[in-house]
């Protein structure tokens, strides 16, 4: 078995010319099969190749997942540390969703859900992810906030952008939950959900303006918990 | 194809007597195969019956899994309405936790994350889902936020609640992942990393303390966004 790290092929070689394989080249057309017809073999198909050629490369689709989670990882805009740190955080969130929203790569969801850990992506020592949360630390700690204050803070902040179905709700996202809840309502007896009732003569909530509150619930709450502003 | 939404079979008559399948007996057997060894194959060999036999309950995979979710759901304890917003919420993320700590099932943990909505249950109309949303808004508009305030406040809990690895954490759960860290470091150049260098002084968080932390991050950031105590 063969461990590539950096490709070993100049990008430029890769065009249309398929059976020139590279980590990237694989990992780009990895992303445009749908998660639900995923297979080595079928990836193999898509790229003109023998099976056999890809293990050279990728020995299992969880490998190919995991490189997926890396080149994800390092393309996360990297925050500027000048900012104050609720522009820090808010920044944080807000340039990851438009860069997700931009680069998603459905087969590797939940890969990337596995493999970006806190401190590590795929179980392996990360730069890039050491780097922000070098940051992380030294913005937090020079706007006044104590070291487990920081790391209670970090794992708030991970926990919400690794897990969130918000990032990858499109603007229109709340709508169809939306007119489902109140076909559910429709269908059941009048007075059994008095409350949901009453809520369903609200507009649908607007899927970028909700995105923008639950980021600011989360600053807010930094804030009122720590007595810092 | 057969659809059961109730087990047909009163549950004591499937005790040492596999081949009398039921709808429970089946999602029972499934929560006890590793995931990465999954397969309705598997799951009949484990049964001590013919796949054939299994898809007259579950004709796919996915089944299994809506099922789990909706079994999960169905168990997940109920919240009384009388505790005032604060106490409503932490109890709702606390119990959740708790329950899920001994009633884990590897298999469906990406159904559940996928299966179990805002709204809805794996698509379908949930009373459960419905009667916790009803409860909910009754109890935020009894403390005085506005319905819209109470649907973005709904959104951001169950997005914390689906999504979090803090659920399924041990109490030990940070310890793993801080050696790692440390390692991590160990093998850097020094000051390459100085905030971590700082960091890594004090000890590591102990994972209880911590998800009740981010448990009251999330409630000190509604009272504070919305001005109501």
Known sequence: MRLLVEDEIPEGETRGRPRQLTKRSIVQAAARIRPEEFSLSK??????????????????????????ADEIAQKIPMIDTGLPWRAYVSEMILQYRSWLNQN???????????GIAIFRIAGRRSEILLRRFDNFISVFLRDGFTLDQTVEIWITVQNFLRRSDLHRAEATGMASAWSDLQADIAESEEGQY???EVLLETPCPEMNALYLQITNILID????????D
């Open 104 to 114: 998603d790569y459905p087969i590797a969801r939940n890969a990337v859900y596995d």
């Open 43 to 68: 990836l193999a198909d898509v790229l003109g190749v023998s099976s056999q050629s890809l293990y050279h490369y990728f020995p299992s689709i969880k490998s190919i997942k995991d490189a997926i």
């Open 194 to 196: 008095s409350a949901l």
């Open 221 to 228: 709450g930094i804030s009122a918990r720590y007595g810092v």
